[in-house]
């Protein structure tokens, strides 16, 4: 890393808030997707939100500061007498990223105004969808971040 990438970063973790203080709230979490966006998003895709096989909520994974990215996970949660199936899950990074209701780029702004007003998001990622239970799938969201001035 080149010296000003490096003073860059160094003054954004000055005058930002901390991340891992900020995320540590779920209530915090709730607010960013809260938990009815599930509802709404398998109301968008099968007319019906009793038709979804799991709800969607977001946990937080940590910050790396050398590197400005935060680490966040979309979490799906087995509904009760639903499969939470590999097939089902697995393309859901693709759909997550351009679905109008799941709005990664509205949660990156919403995220970001949190850390405080120099700080924008410069580039999102969603990773592939990991089984961490048999009754919880988790997509890794990451969001880099930097100083906008």
């Known amino acids: 890393m080149n010296e000003s990438a490096t003073s860059d970063i160094q003054t954004m973790i000055q005058t930002m808030n ?10 915090v979490l709730d607010r960013l997707f809260p938990a009815e966006r599930s509802n709404d998003f398998f109301e968008a895709l099968f007319g019906d939100a009793e038709e ?8 937080y994974g940590g910050y790396d500061a050398a590197g400005g990215i935060l680490r966040f996970y979309l979490d799906l949660h087995q509904r009760p007498g639903k499969c939470l199936a590999c097939n089902l899950t697995h393309g859901l990074p ?3 990223s351009r ?7 509205g949660l990156a702004t919403d995220v970001t105004k949190l850390l405080g007003p120099d700080v924008q998001c410069t580039d999102w990622k969603l990773g592939s969808t990991q089984q961490e239970e048999s009754a919880r799938h988790s997509i890794p969201l990451t969001f880099t971040i930097a100083n906008s001035q």
């Open 99 to 105: 679905h109008p209701i799941v709005n990664i780029k």
């Open 18 to 27: 901390n991340p891992d203080t900020v995320f540590a709230d779920q209530k």
């Open 94 to 96: 693709e759909v997550f």
């Open 52 to 59: 979804g096989a799991y709800d969607i909520s977001l946990r």
